[in-house]
């Protein structure tokens, strides 16, 4: 993907660097170096034309004559022209990524049931959200939440389920359990099998089945309280 520009204005200054479009998405959700980022290290004032911005105006206008530094702030409190397809490709990715969450911690409360990820994105669509283009998917589910169940019906709801897992697997198993919900009471038992009551969304109890089912190889017993 071609490269693109970035910048910032400070004081009667304008500041760009050039940057590849991904790469620098990467780097604002913590995932790159800016040296991985930046097509060349250097702060232009007119990139079109290669004008570079003098040692002292970066001086004044960032504190510093690093160059990296300040592609960092940069890119961090400035403007990035991001390419419409780039744009519409995260924003798609973003949008299926808080509908999967909502269909795993939101259920129907007239079924008991999650509603279908493409359900919940056709409603999304309909009620024309402004989805943040750089925030997290976590952070806006409770808005989005919000907005849609005028639409459908939305209850986030849990559930508990007790959990044995025999003593070949308990061990590997342990990890898992806690990433699936919160562990409400434990024990070790003496055969070496590991038991416990797990709260989770109630639509995610299906995930629960089917994660420990293969990690056990159906061996896990599980049952909702």
């Excluded at 034309?49 to 300040?70: P, R, V, Y």
């Excluded at 897992?165 to 898992?176: D, E, M, N, V």
């Excluded at 590991?194 to 969304?201: A, D, G, V």
Aim: aromatic share 6%; glycine share 8%.
């Amino acid at each position: 993907m071609e490269p693109v520009i970035s910048r910032i204005k400070k004081g009667g200054n304008v500041f760009k660097i050039l940057v590849y479009p991904r790469e620098a998405l990467e780097f604002k959700q913590g995932k790159k170096e800016i040296s991985e980022v930046l097509v060349a290290e250097e702060i232009y004032t007119d990139v079109e034309k290669g004008e570079k911005a003098s040692l002292q105006d970066l001086k004044n206008g960032f504190g510093t004559e690093n160059i990296l530094d300040i592609a960092k702030k940069i890119l961090n409190d400035g403007e990035l022209q991001l390419p419409k397809k780039l744009r519409d490709e995260i924003l798609d990715k973003k949008k299926k990524q808080i509908a999967t969450i909502i269909s795993k911690t939101a259920i129907n409360p007239q079924t008991k049931a999650p509603h279908p990820i493409e359900r919940i994105l056709g409603v999304m669509e309909k009620a024309g959200l402004n989805i943040n283009f750089y925030g997290k998917a976590e952070d806006q589910v409770k808005e989005v939440i919000e907005r849609i169940k005028e639409e459908i019906p939305l209850s986030i709801e849990t559930a508990k389920m007790e959990i044995k897992i025999p003593s070949t697997y308990a061990g590997s198993a342990y990890g898992q359990i806690k990433s699936l919900g919160k562990i409400l009471k434990e024990q070790w038992n003496n055969d070496g099998s590991f038991s416990c009551t797990l709260e989770i969304p109630a639509g995610q109890k299906n995930d629960v089945y089917d994660k420990l089912g293969s990690l056990t190889h159906g061996q896990a017993l599980i049952k909702e309280v």
